[in-house]
């Protein structure tokens, strides 16, 4: 069995056991678990990466189970993007539970350039959300990972369990490639992979932040 926490309305963690397949999630500074699923965290914390927006860098998180890359009301005005205003609803859900997003207002934006690793990523998807719970003003999603002929993250998992039919789970790696993880023998170190349409490659080393991490 795989061991994770499971959190309920009033913020109490419970440590449970299930039985169910472990799913990386890039942006949960924890296992959570929720019935028969169970989402693992990276070890070191969320996963962040550097991207420069009109030439200015910037650290954005990820999520590999948002459909979309969010990106904060300050940011829009910061960089100036551009809104669809047209293109606009309160009744955005998530992706993983199915709850509505509370006091929340989403409006699609205009395409979505940056840089990664010197590739240039255009994306036609992206959203701006008046309320996010991301430390960040951006956390890029899926349309990001599957914007790319091919992308990959290779990430050291957290601890999923004491032991497993393949040993101690808190050392392994995993990769993801926009909609599936799973569990790889030939990675030592964390990075992402960009390969896109037009034969540019980038290849850069992930960094991590947990605004709720214990320093005691």
């Not at 069995?1 to 499971?6: I, Q």
Request: glycine fraction near 8%; proline fraction near 4%; aromatic fraction near 8%.
């Amino acid at each position: 069995a795989l061991e994770g926490t499971s959190v309920d309305g009033r913020g109490t963690a419970t440590s449970i056991s299930v039985s169910s397949p472990a799913i990386l999630e890039l942006s949960t500074p924890i296992n959570i678990c929720n019935k028969n699923l169970l989402l693992v965290s990276p070890t070191h914390g969320p996963v962040v990466v550097e991207i420069a927006i009109k030439g200015v860098p910037v650290i954005a998180s990820i999520s590999n189970h948002s459909r979309y890359t969010f990106i904060s009301p300050s940011f829009v005005k910061t960089f100036r993007l551009k809104r669809l205003e047209g293109l606009t609803t309160r009744q955005m859900r998530c992706g993983l539970t199915g709850e509505k997003l509370k006091n929340s207002k989403v409006t699609c934006l205009e395409d979505f350039s940056f840089s990664i690793g010197g590739v240039v990523v255009s994306l036609n998807n992206a959203i701006e959300v008046s309320n996010t719970c991301s430390s960040f003003g951006i956390q890029l999603g899926q349309d990001f990972l599957l914007s790319a002929r091919y992308c990959a993250l290779d990430v050291k998992t957290g601890n999923c369990g004491p032991k497993s039919s393949i040993g101690d789970t808190g050392g392994l790696f995993m990769r993801i490639d926009g909609i599936h993880s799973w569990i790889i023998t030939d990675s030592s170190s964390e990075s992402l992979r960009y390969y896109s349409y037009d034969g540019k490659i980038a290849c850069i080393p992930l960094l991590h932040f947990n605004p709720y991490k214990d320093t005691r």
